[in-house]
């Protein structure tokens, strides 16, 4: 006997796509569970807006299975689906009024007229959109527009929400609130919502859990935290922010203290392995600029200290970015809070890198 | 580069300075000198027309139109002339709008194959589907005979079918090129919300394409009520204004009461173009970040699949079997009498002539189209005059003249010195210069909006003056509309016959007319030959065209503005 | 420059299309009304025997009379080979056609020369009338042997002749009608004629073909293509009905204006020779020179008695009466 674990509300079982003789999803599984806030993100050509359109039923799965709380959905057509899109251009209807555009869903589902009204005005003041009913489209701000398209996604309490790059269009200060706004109501509406962006640190600010894909690939799943501080390949981690990378040779392993060290371009570096490792292995050391301290002076009592020299300084107030060859290689380090300590070009520095750096355990996937 | 000099010795000589002066005011000398082409071209034959009408030796009268309107006859015409373009009109788009959705939204592969047989009408004279049917459904047709029909296609049913078969592609072409800019999310927004694909064609589609689709409608209109190929060839003793114009110029010389016909025929025409604009008016939908992108094939809904299939393939197997019997008259010794296989229709050199005048012409026409059609969508979009939107609205009335009033228009004209120019060939191609003038200047006008000033500006402040930019900056991105002008009149000159007719003189003979002379006097076999032969070279000629804009980057077939 | 390479080669285009069109030596426009095929021949013949290349439309003669009406005095043609009565009258009326005397002509009948030497009248055309013979068959119908005969309800929307507006052929009919018939049964006749007419044709030849090809059981057509179409294979039966037919005459003129007058007199020359007569007379015209006729044999047609001139004198006002009559009522 098992435990029944709770349904998932959205399964993808080996889910394959072909656009001519192309492959662009090559088996995709994943679940996303009720209430979560799921993003798809990737390159461009990644295959995550094919993935979501797939689940919302606008193109065809050549093989595989979408399940919607515990329901198979993949033969049916969008309009059968209990799932709702939000496009990145938001796809409003340009002919009609914002309450319209709300409405439009109800309206087919047979609503009564002071229903509609009523659900739209609700929706309005979800989205802080009230007394704006009666607008053309053509007359609301980008923000508003991305407004409109999630009150009329919302409209019929989907069971997933899925939105398509949804604040590309909208300039940076406007995507950081409405980055929030989406998160914050995503939240109050406990819906279930799948999030597709090309942009990492949308990806990382918003998401429960964040899906890196490449070129039809999951590549890993994990909450940002995982995503960013152990990511499964090179590609992972350098997709997530700067990387360092540091390629060794294991020399020694010390299983009782939980050390190893590794004899690398710049040196011996020392490290904690997060699994099992050999002697001789090849290893692959990722390690993040900020985690890196710079000074003037020699730390002491510390290992893995290396001496550079600065090739480039940038200051950019809250932190200051370094480029330091250390033996030929180069270091990208993030100094914090700089101040008087910001290094020139051409001077000496010591840097000092923590133990605990992250191993890769695999490369990329490719099928 | 700037002549700096002209700053620093500013009382230089007079051609320095006549220089500055055209530099600085160029745009508005040009708009200037097109102003006087198009008053010459396309204003003064309309108006021509127009005192021809009320005009006697006496002075001035309304005799004509009193005559006009007491004649039954005369009010029968009108009344079957508009009734044709209605029902066209609306048969057209409806099938139009089919074949669109279906080579745009439906399975792939139909999609090609749709498309290119929707487009072949466009390739030959309107008339062929005249001839076809006469082949066909002729009281010695071989339908006819096959299955003992009783349907006389000599009238108004056979010319409504001729018309719409031959109109079909150009109702066909705008809506699917609107169809082609609809952002497909719209659609695919209204399926997630629950709706049917006949509601979202119905509430969504539909009202987006409105303005494509009234544009089509017009366009449509004005072509079935002009080009009268057709109803001369099958209206019997049915009246057309068209084709009554067509014979009292021709055969009678009553140029009074051909010109009344011409502003009887204007009027519905030009009340369409101003409603159309007025219609148009705060109704371009613009959508953000839509760029065009064919959508995918979606699963169309039987309810909706099955009557599109149904229209659509009717259509289209009307418009094969069409060419397909005209080919096959083209090697019949006497199709239906003697069905033998000959090959001296198509080895009859006679029309030889006719057909290298009619490519010559087009080409001319198209050139100095192209050319007009840029430089005025340039006038009109970047010029700071007054009168700029009158410009606009005379260029863009080419869509709404009939040809046969811009053919009389011309004869009256310029028979006589100073514009003396019937006669020769120049007059036959400056006709489709000004006739066809729209979908350059309308290509050229959109491809413009597209640009942002700032590009011009910034060339001109880097020291560029207005010809340098022209050539430089603004020629290259308008190329495009230069391409669809060209294109557009090339193929339609070469096709036309509503104006030309008038205007062919000896040794200027056009093969649309000689296909229309052999058609009329019944000779079918020498008519589909030539036909045909003309079909293959504007065929051949659009394969260059198309071999040629491709190897410098512009996708012909992308870039139709019409 | 891409661009640059697809200009020249559009240029180069150009330049060649451009060029190529003059390549003949002497060339002189013509408006010609005979039948398509029969313009070709003459102007093949033409071209043999002087060298000269005739650059011709086809019209009817109607068209022609229309064109060089509206175009008048500034011609967009050098010459007239092939109109019918009324526009040669009329031009020498008006002075838009040029006296040649020409020494080729000498020696022909009056009725195929203007006395002021203004016109030539090349070959005289009749019309017949003309049927489907296996269209008749099949129907059980007989040729009819009147004219007549015609009016029988039984042809209802069965016969097709050419319109008078446009055709001489079919001025030729209207006129030979009124002259048999007397004017006011004349137009009785055409008028009960007109109830089983189908529809007017815009050429005088045209029935010929619409007949032949079975469109239609019975024609009243011009002469001049009956006998190629039936030696081409049509089903055609032609006949003169016993009232007799009418005939025009086929005139040449030199127009005025003209530059290439020494091209337009050696045609006009051409025109009037032995072998031109035997040409015309072997597609069925009856020729200014005595020839054996291809259609009618060595035996002379009945003719209703016509006078040209009169009849060219009345065709504007008998237009105007055929459109009251016929243009405003409609089935």
Known sequence: MTIPTPIPMLNLIEIHKFYDR??????????????????????????????????????????????????????????????????????????????????????????????????????????????????????????????????????????????????????ANLRLTMRGEIRKLQERLKITTIFVTHDQFEAMSISDRIVVMKEGVIQQVGSPIEIYERPSNEFIASFV????????????????????????????????????????????????????????????????????????GMYVGSLAKYTVMINGEKFIIDQPNPRETFFKPKEKVYLSIPENIHLLIKTEIHQ | MAKAESYSVPQSNVWERLKTFINAELINILAAILFLLLAIFLLYPILAVLIKSIRDPQGLTFAYYLKFFTKGYYFQ??????????????????VGFCLAYLTTRGPLVLRKP?????????????????????????????????????????????????????????????IENTLMSLNPNLEESAYDLGASEGRIIRTITIPLLTPGILKAGLLVFVMTIAEFGNAAILGGRTPFLAPDTYTMIIGEADFEMGSVLSVILIIPCIIIFFLHNYLLTGKKFTTIGG???????????????????????????????????????????????????????ILNF??????????????????????????????????????????????????????TVIGIGYLLAFNTPPFKLTGGIMILALNCVFRFLAVGVEAGISKLHQINIEIEEASSDLGANFMTTFYKIILPIMFPAFIAGFIYTFMTAIVSLSAVVFLVSPGFELAAVKIFDAAVYGEIGLASATTMKLVAIVVLCMMILNYLTKKTGFDITQKKGV | MKEKLVLSIFVSVFLAVLMGGQVYAQTVKAYMGTSPENNVKIVNFVKEKTGIQILQTFQSFGEIEAKVKSEAPN??????????????????????????????????????????????????????????????????????????????????????????????????????????????????????????IHHYTRS????????????????????????????????????????????????????????????????????????????????????????????????????????????????????????????????
């Open chain 1, 22 to 171: 192309l492959e662009v999803l090559k088996g995709v599984s994943m679940e996303v569970k009720k209430g979560e806030l799921v993003t798809f993100v990737g390159p461009s050509g990644c295959g995550k807006t094919t993935l979501l359109r797939i689940i919302g039923g606008f193109t065809n799965l050549d093989s595989g299975e979408v399940i919607l709380d515990g329901q198979r959905i993949d033969h049916l057509p969008p309009n059968l689906r209990d799932t709702r899109i939000c496009f990145q251009n938001y796809a409003l209807f340009p002919h009609m009024t914002v309450a319209d555009n709300i409405g439009y869903g109800l309206k087919i589902k047979k609503w009564k007229k002071n229903k509609i009204q009523e659900r739209v005005e609700e929706l309005l003041k979800l989205v802080q959109l009230e007394g704006l009913g009666s607008r053309m489209i053509d007359k609301l701000s980008g923000g508003q527009q991305q407004r409109v398209a999630l009150a009329r996604a919302l409209s019929l309490e989907p069971k997933v929400l899925l939105l398509d790059e949804p604040l590309s269009n909208l300039d």
């Open chain 1, 241 to 312: 922010g700067f990387v360092n990378f540091l390629e060794g040779v294991v020399e020694r392993v010390d299983i009782g203290l939980n050390k190893a060290t590794a004899s690398t371009p710049i040196g011996v570096v020392q490290f904690v392995p997060e699994r099992n490792i050999n002697v001789g292995e090849k290893v692959k050391l990722v390690i993040r600029p900020e985690t890196i301290q710079i000074s003037q002076s020699e730390p002491t009592g510390m290992n893995n200290i290396f001496q550079g020299e600065v090739e480039i």
């Open chain 2, 77 to 94: 015409s009108l009344q079957n002339t508009l009734l044709l373009g209605f029902i066209n009109t609306v048969i057209c788009l409806v």
């Open chain 2, 114 to 174: 749709l498309k290119i047989i929707s487009m072949m009408p466009l390739i030959a004279p309107p008339y062929l589907f005249a001839i076809s049917l006469i082949i066909l459904f002729g009281r010695n047709g071989i339908l006819t005979k096959a299955f003992a029909l009783n349907w006389s296609i000599y009238g108004f049913t056979g010319v409504v079918v001729a018309q719409t078969l031959a109109f079909i592609p150009l109702a066909y072409l705008m």
């Open chain 2, 291 to 345: 760029k065009p992108v064919a959508s995918e094939p979606r699963k169309m809904t039987p309810l909706v699949k099955i009557p599109f299939l149904v229209i659509g393939f009717t259509a289209v197997f009307a418009i094969f079997i069409s060419f397909g019997v005209v080919l096959m008259a083209s090697f019949t010794k006497i199709l239906g009498v003697k069905n033998e296989i000959v090959f001296s229709h």
């Open chain 2, 350 to 403: 006679d029309s030889n002539r006719a057909i290298y005048n009619s490519i010559q012409v087009s080409l001319i026409a198209a050139l100095i189209g192209a050319i007009i059609g840029t430089l005025l969508a340039y006038v009109i979009v970047r010029g700071k005059f007054f009168g700029r939107t009158f410009i606009e609205m005379v260029s863009l009335s080419g869509f709404a003249l009939p040809g």
């Open chain 3, 75 to 196: 011609f967009n043609a050098d010459i007239i080979v092939g109109c019918g009565s009324p526009l040669a009258f009329m031009a020498k009326k008006n002075k838009w056609s040029v006296p040649y005397d020409s020494p080729n002509w000498k020696g022909v009948a009056p009725e195929f020369i203007d006395s002021d030497k203004n016109w030539f009248n090349i070959a005289n055309f009749s019309f017949v009338l003309v049927g489907n013979r296996d269209k008749l068959k099949e129907k059980g119908y007989t040729m009819p042997k009147s004219w007549k005969e015609l009016t029988d309800p039984k042809w209802k929307d069965q016969i097709v002749m050419p319109s008078p507006l446009s055709s001489g052929t079919a001025n030729m009919i209207r006129y030979a009608f009124l002259a048999l018939y007397g004017e006011e049964q004349g137009w009785n006749f055409l008028a009960a004629l007109d109830k089983n």
């Open chain 3, 204 to 331: 005088g030849n045209a029935p010929t073909d619409l007949v032949g090809r079975g469109e239609f059981l019975l024609g009243i057509t011009s002469d001049e293509n009956v006998k190629k179409r039936i030696d081409e294979g049509y089903p055609l039966l032609w006949s003169i009905p016993e009232e007799g037919i009418g005939y025009d005459g086929t005139f040449a003129l030199i127009l005025s204006g003209t530059k290439m007058m020494d091209a337009c007199k050696k045609i006009i020359d051409v025109l009037g020779t032995q072998a031109f007569s035997d040409m015309m007379a072997g597609i069925g015209y009856m020729t200014p020179r005595p020839a054996p006729n291809a259609l009618y044999g060595k035996t002379t047609p009945k003719y209703i008695k016509l006078d040209l001139g009169w009849a060219a004198e009345n065709r504007p006002k008998w237009n105007d009466i055929w459109k009251e009559k016929f243009r405003t009522e409609f089935k």
